[in-house]
């Protein structure tokens, strides 16, 4: 199945959580800044009806995405007020993938986790709490996988300010 029957598929059962699409699209000749967006095309989904969207594009016997490939995080500019959640997602059965995009506030950026539907998603929330700031709310086992526990920040957030030393060691 491709995007469109995919999504026309969510539409249809009314997954919870989904916004629409962001589909790829050539730059704007007239505005110079517009650089377009090349890559596959995204189901826009809530934030926090995210593990309630995945369960599901497991659960539907049309969809059948059996296995969470992906989930990370993006932090667009040093301005932007939102990070990216992006989710992979593969049905092995139907050989079709699905991307997802949530917005998520810097402010506060806070979610449900998504550890019942996908047990694999544990690694990769744990990840994205290290390493932008995101508490997922519900994680079993939030514990830091690659900073020592008394880091202080959030590495990659383009806001980050590296520190100039850990513990007498040079960051520089």
Avoid at 87 to 109: E, G, N, T, W, Y
Wanted: hydrophobic share 40%; net charge negative; aromatic share 8%.
């Amino acid at each position: 199945m491709d995007f469109q029957g995919i999504h026309d598929r969510l539409v249809a059962i009314g997954a919870p959580g989904l916004l629409g699409v962001d589909l790829p699209r050539k730059p704007d000749p007239k505005n110079k800044k517009d650089k377009g967006r090349a890559g596959d095309a995204f189901a826009l989904v809530d934030a926090h009806k995210l593990a309630d969207f995945l369960e599901v594009c497991r659960d539907d016997d049309r969809l059948k995405f059996e296995q969470l490939v992906d989930l990370s995080a993006t932090d667009p500019a040093k301005d932007a007020a939102e990070l990216w959640i992006n989710v992979q997602l593969l049905s092995l059965k139907f050989r079709h993938r699905l991307a997802i995009k949530c917005l998520l506030p810097k402010s506060a950026p806070s979610l449900p986790s998504t550890v019942r539907v996908y047990r694999a998603s544990q690694w990769h929330e744990r990840e994205c709490a290290e390493m932008f700031g995101i508490t997922f709310v519900g994680h079993p086992d939030p514990r830091n996988i690659l900073l020592p526990d008394d880091w202080v920040g959030s590495p990659m957030r383009k806001d980050y300010e590296f520190p100039k030393e850990y513990h007498g060691i040079s960051c520089e």
